[in-house]
């Protein structure tokens, strides 16, 4: 009765009384049934906790992203990606981060670059729509040096496309999109313990870096449900990468990595400065032709620093195989059940969840096999093209799949067994 009272304490008398009567009837019945012996009910003591936990990939990007020290969120609702907004929004108080709703996506990003200007460690989280809308200020990210986090759900397009569904069209997007040169890094996560790994360590590469990281899930990931074990985060560092200005500090910096030494203003003497224009290591802006070859060679160069810190795609299955299926992002429990079920000798499965820049060993990995497969959740093959542009070897063969459905286990295995045997 109490609860009850609790639970409906912001309504009128007349709502708490007719359910405390329900709850009286619906007493009154179960003890007529137990009485009679048809329901028995046994209460038994709650045992040691699992260690484990239920969650989502929504959840998971979340989590990750408190872990890594993410203070300030700026989105723009839009699905699948709107639970990690509301996620944040509902721990912001406990966990002392600024959250907005911004009034579009265009908004959302350039409150995100002015965030994380002044200090903090900020991301955005949106749909393939909202990160076409946001180009601009990607390309705003990457000449200002400013590091931003992009979390995109992806859904069937183009367009509306299908809002509440799932597909995995947006990966040109995100490694192609804001125009000019930008280093960046794209990672795919396939299971909610990457997710949460990933997007922690997103924040950290985002400021080592002073790159645009993006994160790809999509709706299949971001609301699938998972028991898995509590995350480990005992060896999880936050590491800013600030340094205290000078009188004579210069925001740009020329350096062999490319990595200029990051201040932000107040911390130290030092002026600060950014601007959209092409500028000097000051930050003034400048309209110079042999500076300019200088400061984006100067940025280019992160690229080298990125290509070392890129995680190594996952190898299950035999290490000697004739045949390699490739897959990204949520593609990643179908494709490990699937062969499973399909019983293929010989054939292994390799699994990107970092699928920008390309491991130097994925060469490697594909010459060695007499055939390659990539499933893709995506009408072209995506990161099967993104494979040749970069290391020259074509995938012929593809499962794509597109029907704003995951595709299933079963449908994939059948598949397999076409094209394998």
């Not at 802006?285 to 070392?308: H, I, N, S, T, Y």
């Not at 070897?393 to 499962?399: A, G, S």
Request: hydrophobic fraction near 40%; aromatic fraction near 8%; include cysteine.
């Amino acid at each position: 009765e109490e609860l009850l009272r609790e639970k409906f304490s912001s309504k009128s008398e007349e709502v708490v009384t007719s359910n405390l009567l329900a709850l009286e009837k619906g007493m009154g019945l179960f003890r007529e049934l137990e009485a009679s012996g048809r329901v028995s009910v046994e209460v038994q003591g709650r045992g040691k906790a699992s260690g484990e936990m239920m969650i989502n990939g929504s959840d998971a990007v979340s989590l990750g992203a408190l872990a890594g020290g993410c203070d300030f969120i700026s989105s723009y609702p839009m699905s699948p990606a709107t639970g990690v907004l509301t996620f944040m929004a509902r721990h912001s108080r406990s966990h002392g981060v600024a959250v907005e709703q911004a009034e579009d996506e265009i908004a959302a990003i350039n409150m995100a670059l002015g965030a994380s200007y002044g200090g903090a460690r900020a991301m955005v989280s949106t749909s393939g729509g909202g990160l076409s809308l946001m180009s601009e200020g990607v390309s705003l990210a990457g000449i200002t040096e400013i590091p931003v986090v992009l979390h995109i759900g992806q859904r069937p397009g183009p367009a509306t496309g299908m809002a509440t569904r799932t597909e995995q069209g947006d990966l040109n997007l995100a490694v192609f999109c804001g125009h000019g040169d930008i280093p960046r890094a794209v990672f795919a996560p396939g299971s909610m313990e990457r997710a949460f790994r990933l997007t922690f360590e997103a924040f950290n590469l985002a400021d080592e870096f002073q790159v645009p990281v993006f994160i790809l899930t999509d709706q299949y990931l971001l609301n699938s449900f998972y028991n898995v074990p509590s995350f480990d985060i005992k060896d999880l560092e936050v590491e800013r990468h600030l340094v205290e200005s000078g009188a004579d500090y210069r925001r740009y910096e020329v350096t062999e990595s490319g990595v200029s030494p990051r201040s932000v203003p107040g911390l130290g003497k030092g002026f600060v400065g950014t601007d959209s224009h092409e500028h000097d290591e000051v930050g003034h802006v400048q309209e110079d032709f042999e500076l300019r070859p200088r400061m984006v060679d100067k940025r280019q160069r992160k690229r080298g620093g990125l290509l070392e810190r890129v995680f190594e795609p996952v190898l299950s299955g035999p290490e000697s195989y004739r045949n390699l299926v490739v897959t990204w992002g949520s593609m990643y429990h179908i494709v490990e059940e699937a062969l499973q079920k399909a019983r293929l000798d010989g054939t292994a499965h390799l699994h990107f969840d970092q699928v920008f820049p390309l491991h130097p060993g994925t060469a490697g990995h594909l010459e060695k096999a007499e055939k390659v497969i990539a499933v893709e959740g995506n009408a072209t093959g995506q990161f099967a093209d993104l494979i040749r542009r970069e290391t020259g070897f074509l995938i012929e063969d593809r499962i794509l799949c597109y029907s704003g459905l995951q595709v299933s286990v079963e449908k994939v295995a059948e598949k397999l067994l076409e094209m394998l045997r």
